[in-house]
């Protein structure tokens, strides 16, 4: 990447795009999961679920749950997933509870610090000693990231420092992937979390390479132990990328608990956003996950007051040692950032927030479950019903099982199910997200296209030509040409039917400010339209006795051929796609039914789940 210019960048995604969409098919995966061995699932009484189990799950087949030893299984397969543990201390709780102070090579305050550790874990038979474990490590609130950023330091006290545990444990979780890989079958992609978390603000990325096993063993994943810097991991990954022949991205989530600095207006070290960070940043962070167990982080109604399904599984909580009330601000979210986004091209040239989007769960149970019906909850202690009440704290200024959410899946168009293919859709961006239910979603945009495309039965073959797929790039066009958008969506025949689907549009105004607007493009139902353009309702089928929904409404089949109505060529616009369901039961409703009597959630009976669409971008 040192000499990877702006336009050498435009030419490799160009040229990645002109792949034909019938070489192309539609993975599911999650590529955010934790085991064992990071220390927060294990503190979590993770004390069994190893990366094997992770994949085998995955892949369809039953496991034992680490909390009761109840069999599970998922319903229907993925076709990939990365096992992400942490990179700080991976894998150290786990050791110092089952080895103790038994290690030949540990000093002797080490050993006293394991013994103290192992003591504290051994008793931690109840939720809360074990959660207490947990927030006792993590940050004092604080406005000044900066500081924390450089102040921060990951030798906890009484965890001692074991390097050889963490390598052991890194071959360990990099062997299961290479045992479970099975190219055009199953992938399983390697990568690890990076755990920045400045002042309670959370700036995680999860790092995904094409790598192998031999290859990932000759480096020790990068780490707030290494920087809490951002700019600092991009570094180490350009450097690893040179040394190993790997190609990486990190991808950047819960961007909705950041504080506003995830998609700020300056780096983490106060500085003006200059055109190398824009060229760095989005190279080496072409995607971010929009929504998963610690809610969505598409938008706000603080940002997006006209925007009827925005606070969809908002989440409150910052991640610190305790509560402060949550204020969300333009860089907390996607919308917001993709916007800023446009404005920072017009003054450096390059959009360091062009990115495209997925969905991952971010379970610690090693369950990548995303279903409703079949979510595992966050941690292994808030993974069954009766437990789901219980936060780490006084609620509702805590988190609590009910108030995760059963989310998402990354959607990839890749070539193969290989990992270089994968990376390499999720390179040029030609990626989505669910937040559970396999919406399936085609999107191309072109100039002046017609409707007669979509009905061809050759669709989307017939247009690749003159055509981008999701994650492309419109460039100046024609005098008097508008962009359209062709869009096919598909509802899971295991979930809800389809409610609407709507074209979220940026755009920027000659003073340098940046405008949003909805537009819905198809819908269910022929008499839902109002005079002012907006949809009713769909109706809510859902029986709150038993949690079915009845799938007389809705569609299964939703397209549209949408041509911008206010298109104006001077100006710089994004377009993304947003699918709804229709109603149906959410998790925190069935498993108050499960439970019985007066339960009080303290989430909705139901919710319309989504999908949202990486963008396409016109650029005058």
């Known amino acids: 990447m040192k000499n990877l210019t702006w336009v050498a960048l435009i030419f490799a995604v160009t040229f990645t795009m002109s792949v034909q969409a019938d070489e192309k098919k539609l993975l599911w995966g999650d ?202 991991l991009w570094e180490w990954l350009e450097t690893t990328a040179d040394s190993t022949g790997g190609t990486f991205l990190a991808i950047p989530h819960n961007s909705n608990i950041s504080k506003g600095i995830m998609f700020d207006l300056t780096s983490l070290r106060g500085e003006k956003i200059d055109a190398r960070y824009a060229e760095r940043r989005r190279y080496w962070e072409p995607l971010v996950e929009i929504t998963q167990i610690k809610g969505d982080s598409e938008t706000h109604s603080a940002l997006s007051p006209d925007d009827e399904f925005a606070d969809f599984e908002t989440y409150p909580f910052y991640i610190q040692s305790r509560w402060t009330e949550y204020a969300p601000k333009p860089g907390d979210y996607v919308r917001s950032a993709l916007r800023r986004g446009l404005s920072l091209e017009a003054d450096l040239g390059i959009n360091p927030y062009q990115f495209g989007v997925i969905g991952s769960t971010d379970g610690h149970t090693a369950l990548a479950s995303a279903e409703e019906a079949n979510f595992q909850g966050k941690f292994v202690t808030d993974s069954i019903p009766s437990k ?5 704290g006084d609620e509702p200024q805590r988190p609590f099982g009910w108030a995760m959410s059963a989310s998402g899946l990354a959607a990839v168009w890749a070539e193969e199910n290989t990992r270089e293919s994968i990376v390499a859709a999720m390179r ?82 000659g003073d340098g400010s940046t405008r949003e607007r909805i537009y819905n493009v198809a819908w269910a139902g022929g008499d839902r339209l109002r005079q002012d353009g907006s949809l009713a309702p769909i109706a809510n ?73 990486s963008s396409i971008w016109y650029r005058p």
């Open 31 to 232: 590529t955010h999961l934790h085991t064992t061995y990071s220390s927060d699932a294990f503190a979590n009484n993770n004390l069994t679920a190893t990366p094997d189990m992770a994949y085998r799950f995955a892949k369809g087949a039953p496991v034992v749950h680490g909390w009761d030893g109840r069999r599970v299984q998922l319903e229907t397969p993925l076709d990939f997933l990365v096992v992400s543990d942490h990179a700080e201390l991976m894998g150290v709780i786990r050791s110092v509870y089952y080895d103790g102070i038994t290690r030949d090579d540990l000093s002797l305050i080490d050993k006293l610090k394991a013994w103290i550790a192992t003591s504290i874990l051994r008793n931690a038979v109840d939720q809360q000693t074990a959660r207490n474990l947990f927030l006792a490590v993590l940050p004092e609130p604080t406005d000044d990231y900066a500081a924390a950023a450089q102040n921060w330091n990951t030798d906890i006290g009484w965890i001692p420092d074991l390097p050889e545990v963490e390598a052991d444990a890194w071959k360990t979780i990099t062997n299961a992937a290479d045992a479970h890989n099975a190219p055009g079958d199953f992938t399983a992609l390697i990568g690890w979390e990076y755990s920045a978390i400045p002042g309670g603000a959370n700036l995680h990325r999860i790092v995904v390479g094409d790598i192998d096993a031999e290859t990932a063993q000759t480096f020790v994943p990068y780490g707030l132990d290494n920087s809490s810097f951002p700019e600092d």
């Open 388 to 392: 789901k009440s219980n936060g780490w």
């Open 428 to 509: 040029r961006r030609e990626v989505y997200a669910t937040t559970g239910p396999r919406i399936g979603v085609r999107v191309y945009g072109g100039w002046n296209l017609g409707p007669e495309s979509l009905d061809d039965a050759s669709f989307p073959d017939n247009i690749v030509s003159q055509a981008v797929p999701m994650g492309g790039e419109l460039m100046t066009a024609a005098e008097g040409a508008t962009p359209t958008l062709l869009i096919e969506a598909t509802a899971d025949p295991a979930s809800g039917s389809l409610d609407r689907v709507q074209v979220i549009k940026g755009w920027t105004l």
């Open 541 to 613: 089928t859902v029986d709150l006795s038993t949690g079915l929904v009845d799938n007389s409404i809705g569609a299964a089949r939703l397209t549209a051929a949408w041509s911008d109505p206010d298109f104006d060529p001077s100006q710089s616009a994004f377009y993304y796609v947003r699918v709804l369901q229709i109603p149906t039961a959410r998790h925190s409703l069935l498993d108050k039914l499960a439970l019985g009597g007066e339960v009080d959630t303290l989430r909705p009976d139901t919710l319309q789940e989504r999908a949202y669409t």
